[in-house]
């Protein structure tokens, strides 16, 4: 057979992608996985009682706004970086936002309190619980992200584990934040902030590894 008889039998009746199926797979990978966030935490420490009264709403609130906004960014992020091809670096600067707000108004808290009270904004109650739970809330979402990328075809594989780490991070801290007892900003800035970057280095590390194609 010639090369160019091969080249035409490769090409022929080849069916065009459909469009879109990578952000159905994301969508899906988020709705297991943060389902899964919720059922594990819900097993283990609960439900928190006044969750949706006083003033444990409005920090319930300030909690969701800034783990679902770098679930939102990420997985823009995500469906951007699974087509080859993309320049998708220019979008990572709109992921440190919600870090430098809740950062911000930590501070802002901490400066504005008596020093006597300082300590306790920082640490609050089950500061160790919210390091280890989010981790472990954040695998199956991780794991379910990890399956929908591999349905596409990311080049930099590190950086697309990286925002996996990410959004899986962010959800495991959004199943917690329905327990957390910790109502203060710095409690949130930094025992909500560092569970999730932990994630986004684990993700840098084993996206090359799963998401290799």
């Not at 936002?97 to 911000?104: G, T, V």
Request: with cysteine; aromatic share 8%.
């Amino acid at each position: 057979m010639k090369t160019s008889q091969f080249i035409d039998l490769l090409s022929s009746d080849v069916q065009p992608v459909r469009r879109g199926i990578v952000g159905k797979a994301l969508a899906v990978a988020l709705v297991i996985g943060g389902v899964a966030a919720v059922i594990l935490m819900l097993i283990t420490v609960g439900l928190r009682p006044d969750v949706f009264q006083g003033a444990g709403s409005m920090l319930l609130l300030v909690k969701l706004l800034f783990t679902l906004s770098l679930v939102a960014l990420g997985t823009l992020f995500l469906i951007a970086a699974s087509y080859p091809g993309r320049n998708v670096r220019r979008r990572l600067a709109f992921l440190l936002l919600p870090f430098l707000a809740i950062a911000s108004l930590g501070l802002g808290a901490i400066l504005l309190a008596t020093p006597m009270t300082r300590q306790d904004m920082i640490f609050g109650p089950e500061w160790l619980t919210c390091l280890m739970c989010i981790p472990l809330f954040a695998i199956a979402p991780f794991a379910a992200l990890i399956w929908a990328l591999r349905m596409a075809a990311p080049t930099d594989l590190r950086r697309t584990g990286a925002i996996a780490g990410l959004v899986a991070g962010a959800l495991g801290a959004t199943a917690y934040a329905l327990h957390c007892p910790g109502d203060s900003i710095p409690f949130i800035a930094i025992w909500y902030g560092l569970p999730i970057l932990l994630w986004t280095l684990l993700g840098a590390v084993l996206g090359p590894h799963l998401l290799r194609w």
